[in-house]
Structures are given as structure tokens and as C-alpha cells.
């Protein structure tokens, strides 16, 4: 089983009520020790990685402007850059990955290269990049464009963008670099080519100014659920992060996608697909759902509605909340909006709901247990091929991960469900172990 960590570098993560919850530092995301905090504790549960989420824009989708979201503290509302955060997490942590939501629609490919290519080594092999196209417009307008791209052209672009990036990764041979001091051969030229690409969206001649790195570039993740972007995952990612709020439908996109690897000359194995939890652990059961409850009641619909606005790129704010989600074409994230849609039906959900729903935890699965039960739940999603593994997101920070380590990890380790140690010196060793 394969574990990995959600964060943003802001004050929420998929619950957008974190930064309200009464054990969260609410003004700690500013500061290292928080983020140094969260990483030793994660890295102590042997965590194969944790990555930070990200967003290149305050929400401004809902009610047409920053007002709301910013004034009540969406998911938007406030996020550092990762990348900054793991060169630090790379000096204090040894073992853990490292990942980086970075946006293939709005970075280029040279310059991207380079991040990841510095990660990895100063990581000593423990980089990933969670690939993402973006979704809105508050994005498209903080980058010189007036209309975001099409979903299609995001992938279109996305595409030339991760052929690119492998080629300047794969620009230096990993003997290529000699430092021959005594005759003062620097590098094997022979061994760095250009790469000379020439797309509809990229020229980059190349080579990278970066020696090969330990794993010869980051580990993809991608979270992309249309069906344009499980074909994306397919061809890139070593893994996939998805939500899926139930077994039958993990299962649906573990095999969709697991059957999509061989179109691109790829194994299923290669592909680890990680699915999104939010546990609640109590010493009894009762003690774990009085958690979540603690937590659900901090609940706002409409900061919920804010995010729904930022990442579907449609203003929620003129809809009737007592009234079931509309029928229309979203330009975000197309995949989690049919999902949204489906439950609604089969719930019976109104807008309000819905809202509820997503600040609590966007659509990922509540699961509030003692320790044994979470391992149980967990144990059989892998053994009935819902996932290769989960994505543990937080419900407060920067302490929100320890009963899961202290108490879930163990009881996997003892069925032997998971790793005692790491094995293996890189990220994608791990993930392939
Ligand atoms: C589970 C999940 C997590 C995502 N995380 C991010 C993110 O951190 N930042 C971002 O800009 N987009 C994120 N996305 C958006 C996707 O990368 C993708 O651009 C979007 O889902 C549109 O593609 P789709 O229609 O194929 O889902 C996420 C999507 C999903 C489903």
C-alpha cells in the first residue's frame, strides 16, 4: 500500500474549515517549523510522499470578484509557493518524496525543468510534480490571457509540455558530467545533446544547464478525472490521485484507467492509483465520530460554493441554494463536476448540500473509526482494487497527521499492509517496490 500526503501551503486542504478547526495553528502556513512539523511527523509514518496541492489565483469566480472567498477564507483564499518550501523540507527531511503542483499552462517547459531537475538532486532522488492544466479564469487573467484555454487545448498543450520537459531531463547522460579537474574536462559534450523541439506551443533548443538528476527527472503525479485526462494519466503519471467517494466507483476508475496504460506501451503497475481519505481516529468509535462532527459543524455552504465557483470556472452565486445543481458545461474540472452532478441525483442533493459537502472535504470519503477500523477500510479498498493506495488529507494542522501515524500506520504495518522502513533510495523506488 502506498501512502501519500495532500497539503497546500494556505490554510486549508480539502477541508476548507482547517484554518478554523480549534487545534490548527491558523497562522502557522506562514512559517517553516509548520511545514517542517507536518513533514518529520509524515516521514516518521514512512509516507512514500507528501505533496502540496496548488492554485495560481484567489477565487473570483464566485460573485465576480475576490470579496467572498478572500473574506471567508475558501480554498483559495491564501497559498505560498511549494516549491520554495520543498528546498527547505529537502535540508530537513531524508527519506520522505517531495512533490509540487507546478501548471503546464501556465510555466514553460525549460524553466520548469530546471525547479524539478534542483529539487531532485538537492532531494538526493526524492521529486515529484503534480501536473496540472488549471482550471480558471481567475488564472487566465494573472497571466496575460483573457479567456483561459479550452479543456482540450490544456491537454493539447499539456502534452508538448511533458514530451519537452522528459527531453531536457533526458539531455545529459548520467556520465556526462566528468569534472575531470587534473585535465580539465569538464563534462563528455558528446553526452549532452540539444533537443531542438519545435511544437505548436514549445521551441526549446536545449540542452538543460542541469546535470542528470538522481531520477532522471521528478515522479508525474496528475489528478486530471475527464476522460481527455485519464488518457493524460495514462500515457504520463507513475501516479494518479483521484476522489472517488465510494468503492464501486474507485473500482470503476482504478480499472478505467489501469486499462488505458497499455495504449501508451505501458504496464497497469506503473500506474499507482491513490485515492483521497479524510480519517477520523478516536481511541473508540465514539470518540472518532464526536471528531467529525466537531469538524462538519465549522462548516459554511457557501465557502463551499466559492470553491465549487474556482474550480468548475462557473459563478455558483446567482443559483438557488434550495434548488438541485444545474445542468451546464463546465470548463474546470469536468470529471469532478459529473461527479457532483451523479450524487446529486442519486442523493437528492440541493445547492446548499452540495456546498456543504465540498467545504467539508470537496466530494473526499469521511472515515471515522478506532484505529483498526480505518486500517480494516483501507485494507480492503486495495484488496478489492478500489487503489494502490490513499491520499490522507488533513483536518487540522499542524498536528492533524499524527493519530494516523501513531495509531493507523502501525496496525498496517502489523498486517503487513505497509512498509516498516523505506526501501530503496529515491521516491520512484518506492513507489515501485
Ligand atoms: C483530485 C484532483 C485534484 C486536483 N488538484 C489540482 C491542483 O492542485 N491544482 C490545479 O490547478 N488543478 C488541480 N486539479 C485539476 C486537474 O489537474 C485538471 O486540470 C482538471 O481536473 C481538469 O481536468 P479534468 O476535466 O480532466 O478533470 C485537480 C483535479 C482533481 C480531480
Same mark, same amino acid.
Given at each position: 500500500?502506498?501512502?501519500?500526503?495532500?497539503?497546500?501551503?494556505?490554510?486549508?486542504?480539502?477541508?476548507?474549515?482547517?484554518?478554523?478547526?480549534?487545534?490548527?495553528?491558523?497562522?502557522?502556513?506562514?512559517?517553516?517549523?509548520?511545514?517542517?512539523?507536518?513533514?518529520?511527523?509524515?516521514?516518521?509514518?514512512?509516507?512514500?510522499?507528501?505533496?502540496?496541492?496548488?492554485?495560481?489565483?484567489?477565487?473570483?469566480?464566485?460573485?465576480?470578484?475576490?470579496?467572498?472567498?478572500?473574506?471567508?477564507?475558501?480554498?483559495?483564499?491564501?497559498?505560498?509557493?511549494?516549491?520554495?518550501?520543498?528546498?527547505?523540507?529537502?535540508?530537513?527531511?531524508?527519506?520522505?518524496?517531495?512533490?509540487?503542483?507546478?501548471?503546464?499552462?501556465?510555466?514553460?517547459?525549460?524553466?520548469? &525543468?530546471?525547479?524539478?531537475?534542483?529539487?531532485?538532486?538537492?532531494?538526493?532522488?526524492?521529486?515529484?510534480?503534480?501536473?496540472?492544466?488549471?482550471?480558471?479564469?481567475?488564472?487566465?487573467?494573472?497571466?496575460?490571457?483573457?479567456?483561459?484555454?479550452?479543456?482540450?487545448?490544456?491537454?493539447?498543450?499539456?502534452?508538448?509540455?511533458?514530451?519537452?520537459?522528459?527531453?531536457?531531463?533526458?539531455?545529459?547522460?548520467?556520465?556526462?558530467?566528468?569534472?575531470?579537474?587534473?585535465?580539465?574536462?569538464?563534462?563528455?559534450?558528446?553526452?549532452?545533446?540539444?533537443?531542438?523541439?519545435?511544437?505548436?506551443?514549445?521551441?526549446?533548443?536545449?540542452?538543460?544547464?542541469?546535470?542528470?538528476?538522481?531520477?532522471?527527472?521528478?515522479?508525474?503525479?496528475?489528478?486530471?478525472?475527464?476522460?481527455?485526462?485519464?488518457?493524460?494519466?495514462?500515457?504520463?503519471?507513475?501516479?494518479?490521485?483521484?476522489?472517488?467517494?465510494?468503492?464501486?466507483?474507485?473500482?470503476?476508475?482504478?480499472?478505467?484507467?489501469?486499462?488505458?496504460?497499455?495504449?501508451?506501451?505501458?504496464?497497469?503497475?506503473?500506474?499507482?492509483?491513490?485515492?483521497?481519505?479524510?480519517?477520523?481516529?478516536?481511541?473508540?468509535? &465514539?470518540?472518532?465520530?464526536?471528531?467529525?462532527?466537531?469538524?462538519?459543524?465549522?462548516?459554511?455552504?457557501?465557502?463551499?460554493?466559492?470553491?465549487?465557483?474556482?474550480?468548475?470556472?462557473?459563478?455558483?452565486?446567482?443559483?438557488?441554494?434550495?434548488?438541485?445543481?444545474?445542468?451546464?458545461?463546465?470548463?474546470?474540472?469536468?470529471?469532478?463536476?459529473?461527479?457532483?452532478?451523479?450524487?446529486?441525483?442519486?442523493?437528492?442533493?440541493?445547492?446548499?448540500?452540495?456546498?456543504?459537502?465540498? &467545504?467539508?472535504?470537496?466530494?473526499?470519503?469521511?472515515?471515522?473509526?478506532?484505529?483498526?477500523?480505518?486500517?480494516?477500510?483501507?485494507?480492503?479498498?486495495?484488496?478489492?482494487?478500489? &487503489?494502490?493506495?490513499?491520499?490522507?488529507?488533513?483536518?487540522?494542522?499542524?498536528?492533524?497527521?499524527?493519530?494516523?501515524?501513531?495509531?493507523?500506520?502501525?496496525?498496517?504495518?502489523?498486517?503487513?499492509?505497509?512498509?516498516?522502513?523505506?526501501?530503496?533510495?529515491?521516491?520512484?523506488?518506492?513507489?515501485?517496490?
Amino acid at each position: 500500500m502506498h501512502l501519500a500526503a495532500f497539503l497546500i501551503a494556505g490554510n486549508a486542504a480539502h477541508s476548507q474549515v482547517l484554518w478554523r478547526h480549534p487545534d490548527s495553528s491558523p497562522g502557522g502556513f506562514l512559517k517553516l517549523d509548520y511545514y517542517a512539523r507536518i513533514a518529520r511527523t509524515l516521514e516518521r509514518g514512512k509516507f512514500d510522499l507528501l505533496f502540496f496541492a496548488d492554485r495560481l489565483a484567489v477565487s473570483t469566480r464566485f460573485g465576480g470578484d475576490h470579496r467572498y472567498g478572500v473574506g471567508h477564507g475558501d480554498q483559495d483564499a491564501t497559498r505560498l509557493d511549494p516549491l520554495p518550501i520543498l528546498g527547505a523540507l529537502a535540508a530537513l527531511t531524508s527519506r520522505i518524496g517531495l512533490g509540487a503542483t507546478r501548471s503546464t499552462t501556465y510555466s514553460q517547459p525549460y524553466s520548469l &525543468a530546471r525547479e524539478f531537475a534542483t529539487l531532485d538532486h538537492l532531494s538526493a532522488g526524492r521529486a515529484a510534480w503534480n501536473v496540472v492544466t488549471s482550471v480558471n479564469q481567475g488564472e487566465a487573467n494573472n497571466f496575460g490571457l483573457r479567456q483561459s484555454l479550452s479543456h482540450d487545448a490544456r491537454y493539447d498543450r499539456a502534452d508538448e509540455f511533458l514530451d519537452v520537459a522528459h527531453q531536457l531531463w533526458g539531455s545529459w547522460a548520467p556520465e556526462a558530467l566528468l569534472l575531470e579537474a587534473g585535465s580539465g574536462r569538464y563534462a563528455n559534450a558528446d553526452l549532452v545533446s540539444a533537443i531542438a523541439h519545435s511544437g505548436p506551443y514549445f521551441n526549446v533548443r536545449g540542452p538543460l544547464n542541469i546535470p542528470a538528476s538522481p531520477q532522471s527527472g521528478p515522479v508525474i503525479i496528475q489528478a486530471g478525472s475527464s476522460q481527455r485526462g485519464q488518457d493524460f494519466a495514462a500515457r504520463w503519471s507513475e501516479v494518479v490521485f483521484g476522489i472517488q467517494p465510494d468503492l464501486p466507483r474507485m473500482q470503476r476508475f482504478y480499472q478505467d484507467l489501469k486499462g488505458r496504460a497499455a495504449k501508451f506501451g505501458r504496464k497497469p503497475d506503473d500506474i499507482k492509483v491513490l485515492t483521497a481519505m479524510m480519517p477520523f481516529v478516536g481511541r473508540s468509535r &465514539a470518540e472518532a465520530e464526536e471528531k467529525r462532527a466537531r469538524h462538519n459543524a465549522l462548516v459554511d455552504p457557501i465557502v463551499g460554493l466559492s470553491t465549487l465557483s474556482s474550480h468548475m470556472n462557473v459563478d455558483f452565486s446567482g443559483y438557488a441554494l434550495d434548488a438541485p445543481i444545474a445542468d451546464l458545461e463546465v470548463a474546470g474540472m469536468q470529471g469532478l463536476f459529473s461527479l457532483i452532478r451523479e450524487l446529486s441525483s442519486e442523493r437528492q442533493l440541493t445547492l446548499a448540500d452540495i456546498g456543504r459537502m465540498y &467545504a467539508s472535504g470537496v466530494l473526499v470519503p469521511q472515515v471515522a473509526g478506532t484505529a483498526g477500523d480505518i486500517a480494516d477500510w483501507m485494507t480492503h479498498i486495495v484488496a478489492q482494487q478500489g &487503489a494502490d493506495g490513499f491520499v490522507i488529507t488533513p483536518v487540522h494542522l499542524p498536528h492533524g497527521f499524527d493519530d494516523f501515524v501513531d495509531l493507523v500506520v502501525p496496525q498496517l504495518q502489523r498486517h503487513g499492509q505497509f512498509r516498516q522502513d523505506y526501501q530503496g533510495d529515491t521516491l520512484r523506488s518506492y513507489l515501485q517496490a
